[in-house]
């Protein structure tokens, strides 16, 4: 009985031993599943529980143009937060900041009695608003560094940079195309919460995960992306024109050196202008060339051997009738060699060429030169152009387009196609970004000039060159195109506008161009100036050939300074120094903050604001004299970067709007 009693005991033992080891090797498995295998993501699950993060606006990469320029930076500003728990005086609090905010009363009241524990006031202060409330002490009421875009040029570039909303997304231009690479990792604000899911005080918050964004170095030059403005503006406001464009580019590369719009708008304010004013119309918009178009007639009538420089063409003394239309020329003309029906821009001789050439092959070579497609160029909002396919051409569109009506194209086409001749027959794929760095300043990737096609041979593209010389010289339609010291090949065009409610061709409404490259020999510079509407003067050649000519000899001059470019001038030697660059600038607070261009030669400048004293900027970095700039109201051309070393004038004296007002800085070590 003894012996049954002690092995009924051991098995007893031996079941609940078992039992404890399932126990423990369960539990043993449990903690080896919770603490190795599943450790990350219950760390990350607790975190989320216990901590509570608020995105913070990430960081953008710098743009500057090819030699370095800034174009658009990202500044540290604070923003304005609450943390209700701790404030313990709500109505006296939110009295005294809105007095500097300038935000009603009741609505910061409302959130500083929010029953959250943290509550944002106010994104982005100014300086002098984040000085002022810093020095009130206020309980419960604490800043953290948060990013803002801002574009120290003012208008120069607007079109080309785009600009940023308040996400920071960006929303146009160069800044939404390249957007995923400008823009940083989101930074968090950290605070911890209790075991009720309530925010802890965040006076030892932290800031996570923050890295800024890469930087953009443009193909732009902003010497002659100024020049390009000034120009620009000043046919059109002369002309009593509608609006403008003017596009220089490289053309043995592709690079856009200059992209201007006309009317501008400042990017620091972008939400004041109206939407139609911040269309990049050198890409978005396409319109009738006209007789710039001629161009591509006469690469294709050479190029297909149908006509010779020196063949007659009869234009019939100005009057020209075929299938019940009648073409006409402004200056009418007998029998001309095929070199004078471009150089007196003969629609009738243009249009009998056309005949020559017929449409398929005339078909061919526009698609060839791009027309009809995107060039591809590195902004968004391009439009492909209207060339409809053979198939759809009927009665007398052969002759048309022949000079130019019936197809359309953009500014960047055109700049695009022209290029090619002056290329000698290779069209470019046109680029604005040259690089992309990180924020040390190491390139992360380049970008080369591509080639898309040949379009025509090099013999024909001299030929076409040579011809385009005769415009700008006596009795062409370009005369006011020459730029003295340069040979200069070119085409004007005035082309009818079609009335969007007739449907058909205005008699008032026209487009006036000039398109060309210099120097003709060795070209540098393609450069197209358009003037829409222009009420003074319908014609290319006398509206928008000045401005192209005061842009091509500004912008040699200043690449033979910076680059000893050969050739020379007639003209006074200081105008062939280079180009006061555009002022550096605060903040816009409205649009008549933004600078104005002097009709005069040089560029000078009036600025906003008068009669202040000169601060002392030196050793200043450039952030903090962009901070004064705002504070004080004032415009200083900012020269390199780092901290100042030079300023003019000197601390102390007077200045007024018109002065010339600078700061040189110089990396630190």
Known sequence: MRDQREKWARVRIILLASLFACGFFAVSARVFYLQVLRHEQLVKLAERQHNRTVPLVPGRGGIYDRNGAPLAVSLEM????????????????????????GEPRQELLKKLNSDRGFVWLERRLTPELADRIKQLKLAGIGFVKESK????????????????????????????????????NTGYLVTERDALGRDVALHDAVVKDASPGRSLVLTLDKNIQYLAEKELAKAVQESGAKSGMAVVAEPATGKILAMANYPTFNPNAYNRYPVD??????????????????????????????????????????????????????????RISVTDVLKYSSNIGSAKIGFKIGEDRYYRYLKAFGFGEKTGVDLPGETGGGLRPVSRWYGSDLATIAFGQGVSASAIQLVTAVSAVANGGLLMKPYLVERITDDAGRELQAFQPQVVRRVISSETAANVTRMLEGVVTTGGTGTRAAVEGFRVAGKTGTAQKV???????????????????????????????????????????????????????????????????????????????APPPPPAAQPAQAPHMAMAATSGEGGSIDVAGAGTVMPDFRGMSMRRVLQVMEKRQ????????????????????????????????????
Request: aromatic share 8%; with cysteine; net charge neutral.
């Open 634 to 669: 004032i415009n200083i051309q900012l020269r390199g970067s780092g901290r100042v070393i030079e300023q003019y004038p000197l601390p102390g004296q007077v200045i007024r709007g018109a002065d010339e007002i600078w700061v040189r800085l110089v990396p630190t070590a």
């Open 499 to 577: 009335d969007p409610l007739t449907k058909g061709y205005s008699g008032t409404k026209r487009i006036a161009s000039f398109i060309g490259f210099v120097p003709a020999d060795k070209p540098l510079l393609t450069i197209l100036v358009v003037v829409d509407e222009p009420s003074s003067s319908p014609y290319g050649g006398v509206v928008a050939a000045p401005a192209f000519r005061e842009i091509a000899f500004n912008s040699l001059c200043y690449l033979k300074s910076t680059n000893g470019m050969a050739g020379g001038s007639k003209r006074a030697g200081l105008q062939a120094k």
């Open 149 to 184: 875009r801002f574009y120290p040029n003012f208008e120069v570039a607007s079109h080309v940079l785009g600009f940023t909303g308040l996400d920071p997304e960006g929303l146009e231009g160069i800044e939404r195309r390249y957007d995923a690479a400008i823009l940083g």
């Open 277 to 334: 004013q911040l269309r990049n119309r050198s890409v978005a918009d396409s319109f009738e060339p006209g007789s710039t178009f001629k161009i591509f007639l006469m690469s294709a009538a050479l190029e297909e051997k149908v006509v010779r420089p020196q063949d007659l063409i009869n234009c019939e003394g100005g009057s020209y009738s075929f299938g019940g239309r009648t073409i006409r020329d402004d200056h009418p003309q007998g």
């Open 78 to 101: 604070d923003s304005l937060y609450a943390e209700p728990q701790r404030i313990k005086d709500a109505d006296g609090t939110a009295t005294a900041l809105a007095q500097i905010l």
